[in-house]
């Protein structure tokens, strides 16, 4: 285990080294990424957990296995490319010390959520409160050494971006798990929704006095829609998903939307934007072919119904047209869908972000 993580660091060196952005000059100074396995790039690797993607097939388009959840590139690896940087390393890599932080650092946790209990039956995770502290620490330890004075310090964080991409794992690992969470025993569905905002503003404001004024807040995908939801239900879901997932789901974002909305008013000098990942994530399964797609309802690497009964494990053979899949496994998008959602809420023509796209953001 150990020669493998070796092995991964090496190559994501020579990947990181290679993939510096040096023709143009960045939009911002910097990207922070906060969330889950959907913008994972290797942290769960360093941590005891069963939430890992460190073996092939995954990474296969990467070149390598990473530890991100996907065959190839995540959407804020693209959108990393939008902003004029590099790929962001994660945290607990040494890829993220020394002048490497200056340009960004990935905090995302597989298996992470808005509560700290999400996920806690994969073992170790870092929740959102604990990539908060993380990033803390980055401020003290890691940049503060690199500017004259605290001034300089706040406008290089204030002219940086921080994207939250988190909540999922608060349905699929917990308020959906009934047998090892009590949340849908306590909470209705509107109830529960509630509690993730407020505990999620809390954490924003976190965020916020420690310097951070630009944020992008990911609204969760249509999740009644990925393959390990469609694999518990009967009957054949071939053109549909599970509405009353999704319904749950939709209560989560049009809250974060308008928190995004709150927040701007409240919080001086920063700025929010929201970006509506349902709305075209479930165009891209209902409708895949406008987006040159043409497998929606299937895991090109997983096991059992629609391939989300049991997820992508090791050596597994995947699909060989992977550009024609929307989802990689049970649970995430592939390359392409990565790409397709990243184009539409990162690009300087985005309409999928609200009120501006992240490029538009950047310049401010």
Excluded at 123 to 129: E, L, V
Excluded at 142 to 164: C, E, T
Excluded at 188 to 212: F, M, P, V
Aim: charged share 15%.
């Amino acid at each position: 285990m150990k020669s493998l993580l070796i092995c991964v660091v090496l190559l994501e060196l020579v990947w990181f080294g290679n993939g510096q952005s040096r023709d143009h000059q960045p939009l911002a100074p910097a990207f922070f990424v906060f969330g889950d396995s959907l913008v994972d790039s290797g942290n769960n690797n360093y941590i005891p957990t069963l939430a890992r993607a460190n073996y092939f097939p995954y990474g296969i388009d990467f070149g390598f296995p990473t530890g991100r959840f996907c065959n190839g590139r995540t959407v804020v690896d693209y959108g990393a490319t939008y902003l004029g940087l590099p790929l962001v390393p994660p945290y607990l890599s040494p890829l993220s010390i020394g002048q490497n932080a200056l340009r960004g650092v990935n905090y995302a946790s597989a298996a992470a959520g808005i509560l700290d209990e999400t996920g806690r039956h994969y073992g170790a995770r870092t929740t959102f409160n604990g990539q908060i502290s993380q990033f803390e620490i980055t401020i003290e330890l890691r940049l503060r050494r690199f500017f004259q004075n605290p001034a300089d310090l706040r406008k290089y964080l204030a002219k940086s971006i921080i994207g939250i991409n988190i909540g999922s794992n608060d349905y699929i690992n917990n308020y959906l798990m009934p047998e090892r969470y009590s949340t849908s025993q306590v909470y209705s569905g509107e109830d529960y929704a509630d509690l993730l905002i407020k505990t999620l503003s809390a954490q924003i404001s976190r965020l916020y006095n420690l310097g951070a004024r630009k944020m992008v807040l990911a609204g969760s995908g249509p999740l009644g829609c990925i393959p390990s939801q469609l694999s518990m239900v009967s009957g054949n879901n071939n053109s549909g998903c599970v509405t009353k997932i999704n319904n749950m789901v939709s209560m989560f974002n049009s809250r974060l939307k308008d928190l995004a909305n709150t927040l701007n008013t409240t919080l001086p000098g920063s700025f929010f934007v929201y970006q509506n990942v349902f709305d075209l994530f479930h165009d891209m399964v209902v409708n895949p072919s406008r987006y040159g797609l043409v497998v929606s309802n299937e895991a090109c690497c997983g096991n059992g119904r629609y391939g989300g009964a049991l997820t992508c494990l090791p050596l597994q053979q995947p699909c060989l047209d992977r550009n024609q899949y929307v989802f990689w496994d049970a649970f995430h998008p592939t390359e392409t869908a990565n790409k397709i959602i990243a184009h539409n809420t990162f690009s300087k023509s985005a309409n999928y972000s609200y009120p501006i796209s992240v490029y538009e953001l950047a310049k401010l």
